[in-house]
């Protein structure tokens, strides 16, 4: 046989492996690595945000007095570094990181008033982006461009969602209709779409929203009085929370293209809120119930799981997982739990690769499919050598 055809032989019995295996979802995550993400000395750690690099950010504390100081810190997993404050003495929160690496938060700042602003860190520089006349203000969320969104509050003592940059300072998000008292800013993606709450006085009645290329949009709700816009991902998904028919609960949702879909409650809890979701269908929150308390959750592929039940939390000796902030696209979760001392603390789930069982038995296969086709080869080989011979030419082999 020539040696061509051997080749290709062996090329066609490689592509049936290769397409039972891609057929067959080689990577599934069934299992996850835990990691304890410490503190920055003292009891507690929240991690609230992961971005698409893996840096992590949060709040923790250096020593006794937390939670009444705690510190914005940043991770990448291995080691906790406190963030630079605006100069106060008092708390200090990171509560997003873009992919870029432009982390922002809220800071105690220095005199003549204390209050806490919101920040910009990037690359070793915080900078105060100020207030929109009041005393406090807050940044909840950032885009790759640097973009932040958040709340302050104004000179007439309501607060009011705002929009800004490092370079530019914070401004008022266009759009709100005045007629709704306060207003929060909690999402935003790196198109710009943001999204946030509305509420009137007494926070009674409130409504999620929806800023796009300048237009206000009211979410509605899951068929309640209120309802809450937490996060967008870049593909103008959005989640949150809302009450349902009769206000006897609160759901978390996921909202699409003008439609609602309640994402349920675990076992045992009675409201569930939604904090966060990636790119590729996976939303993170947490559920609630009397019996239970606070129970972390992964919704995907339209089941909802209790990040407290994964073996490797009970192999880490924590308690629970009380909630999870935020996904990233590589399946990365961060949020806070209960360690074995009653602590609350700072925890990272990385998803580990495994090989399906689909694959298993392709792989399993592959020396009888090898098999198969070598000896056919060799039989079609010795046919030749045998007709070679009869035919009195030398045999070359």
Same mark, same amino acid.
């Given at each position: 046989?020539? =040696?061509?055809?051997?080749? !290709?032989? !062996?090329? *066609?019995?490689?592509?049936?492996?290769?397409?039972?295996?891609?057929?067959?979802?080689?990577?599934?995550?069934? =299992?996850?690595?835990?990691?304890?993400?410490?503190?920055?000395?003292?009891?507690?750690?929240?991690?609230?945000?992961?971005?698409?690099?893996?840096?992590?950010?949060?709040? #923790?504390?250096?020593?006794?007095?937390?939670?009444?100081?705690?510190?914005? &810190? +940043?991770?990448?997993?291995?080691?906790?570094?406190?963030?630079?404050?605006?100069?106060?003495?008092?708390?200090?929160?990171?509560?997003?990181?873009?992919?870029?690496?432009?982390?922002?938060?809220?800071?105690?700042?220095?005199?003549?008033?204390?209050?806490?602003?919101?920040?910009?860190? !990037?690359?070793?520089?915080?900078?105060?982006?100020?207030?929109?006349?009041?005393?406090?203000?807050?940044?909840?969320?950032?885009?790759?461009?640097?973009?932040?969104?958040?709340?302050?509050?104004?000179?007439?003592?309501?607060?009011?969602?705002?929009?800004?940059? @490092?370079?530019?300072?914070?401004?008022?998000?266009?759009?709100?209709? *005045?007629?709704?008292?306060?207003?929060? @800013?909690?999402?935003?993606?790196?198109?710009?779409?943001?999204?946030?709450?509305?509420?009137?006085?007494?926070?009674?009645?409130?409504?999620?929203?929806?800023?796009?290329?300048?237009?206000?949009?009211?979410?509605?709700?899951?068929?309640?009085?209120?309802?809450?816009?937490?996060?967008?991902?870049?593909?103008?998904?959005?989640?949150?929370?809302?009450?349902?028919?009769?206000?006897?609960?609160?759901?978390? +949702?996921?909202?699409?293209?003008?439609?609602?879909?309640?994402?349920?409650?675990?076992?045992?809890?009675?409201?569930?809120?939604?904090?966060?979701?990636?790119?590729?269908?996976?939303?993170?929150?947490?559920?609630?119930?009397?019996?239970?308390?606070?129970?972390?959750?992964?919704?995907?592929?339209?089941?909802?799981?209790?990040? #407290?039940?994964?073996?490797?939390?009970?192999?880490?000796?924590?308690?629970?997982?009380?909630?999870? !902030?935020?996904?990233?696209?590589?399946?990365?979760?961060?949020?806070?739990?209960?360690? &074995?001392?009653?602590?609350?603390?700072? +925890?990272?789930?990385?998803?580990?690769?495994?090989?399906?069982?689909? &694959?298993?038995?392709?792989?399993?296969?592959?020396?009888?499919?090898?098999?198969?086709? +070598?000896?056919?080869?060799?039989?079609?080989?010795?046919?030749?050598?045998? @007709?070679?011979? @009869?035919?009195?030419?030398?045999?070359?082999?």
């Amino acid at each position: 046989m020539k =040696q061509g055809t051997l080749l !290709r032989k !062996r090329l *066609s019995a490689a592509s049936i492996l290769v397409a039972l295996v891609t057929a067959s979802g080689v990577v599934r995550a069934a =299992q996850y690595t835990f990691t304890d993400l410490g503190t920055l000395g003292g009891p507690m750690s929240d991690a609230i945000a992961i971005n698409q690099n893996g840096l992590i950010v949060g709040v #923790s504390c250096f020593d006794s007095n937390c939670p009444y100081v705690g510190a914005a &810190f +940043f991770s990448t997993g291995a080691e906790m570094t406190a963030l630079p404050t605006l100069g106060g003495p008092g708390n200090s929160s990171a509560n997003a990181v873009s992919s870029e690496g432009h982390i922002v938060g809220s800071s105690m700042a220095g005199p003549p008033n204390y209050g806490y602003h919101a920040f910009v860190y !990037r690359n070793g520089v915080v900078v105060d982006l100020g207030t929109l006349g009041g005393e406090t203000s807050g940044a909840s969320a950032v885009n790759s461009s640097g973009t932040a969104v958040g709340t302050s509050e104004t000179t007439r003592g309501i607060t009011r969602a705002f929009i800004g940059s @490092a370079e530019t300072g914070m401004s008022p998000l266009g759009g709100i209709p *005045s007629s709704w008292a306060n207003s929060v @800013a909690t999402g935003i993606n790196n198109a710009g779409t943001v999204v946030g709450v509305v509420h009137d006085a007494g926070n009674v009645d409130r409504r999620g929203f929806i800023v796009q290329d300048g237009q206000y949009l009211e979410m509605g709700t899951l068929g309640g009085r209120t309802s809450a816009a937490l996060a967008i991902n870049d593909l103008n998904q959005i989640v949150g929370v809302s009450s349902i028919p009769g206000d006897s609960s609160e759901q978390a +949702f996921l909202y699409e293209d003008g439609d609602f879909l309640g994402l349920g409650w675990l076992p045992n809890t009675t409201y569930s809120v939604a904090l966060g979701l990636n790119n590729k269908g996976a939303i993170v929150g947490y559920a609630a119930g009397a019996r239970v308390g606070s129970r972390a959750f992964l919704y995907q592929d339209g089941e909802l799981l209790d990040l #407290s039940t994964l073996p490797e939390v009970a192999n880490a000796g924590w308690q629970s997982l009380t909630e999870a !902030r935020s996904v990233n696209d590589s399946g990365q979760i961060v949020g806070a739990g209960v360690n &074995f001392a009653g602590q609350r603390r700072a +925890f990272l789930l990385t998803p580990v690769p495994e090989v399906s069982s689909a &694959f298993q038995m392709v792989v399993g296969l592959g020396p009888l499919i090898y098999g198969v086709y +070598f000896r056919r080869v060799r039989k079609v080989q010795a046919n030749s050598i045998n @007709a070679t011979r @009869a035919a009195g030419d030398p045999v070359r082999l």
